[in-house]
């Protein structure tokens, strides 16, 4: 994220909530690296559960301190809606 992102924060937090269109939260770390502000621990598997392919668009909304929404558009520009069920089964132990 870019600097000036980082204007709207009292503090920037250490971990952002991201809330998808249907409500669905999904926990990333936070952290400052080469004077960015970085989505870290837990943003790696986000794209695969949520499946953003290259060309997808993804906006972020601040909505609270540490919650963004995020909206994701396929590449013809039609708002991608997720199931909530993908968040469960992205953290469900492995047999």
Not at 25 to 50: E, F
Not at 64 to 87: M, Q, S
Request: glycine share 6%.
């Amino acid at each position: 994220m870019p600097l000036d992102f980082t204007k709207h924060f009292v503090t920037v937090p250490t971990e952002f909530k991201l809330r998808n269109n249907i409500g669905c939260s999904w926990k990333v770390m936070v952290k400052l690296m080469n004077g960015r502000v970085t989505l870290d621990q837990g943003w790696a598997t986000y794209p695969a559960v949520h499946q953003i392919k290259i060309g997808y668009m993804v906006t972020f909304k601040l909505l609270t301190p540490d919650t963004l929404k995020v909206i994701i558009f396929d590449d013809d520009g039609i708002e991608v809606v997720n199931n909530c069920g993908k968040h469960d089964e992205a953290f469900a132990p492995k047999d």
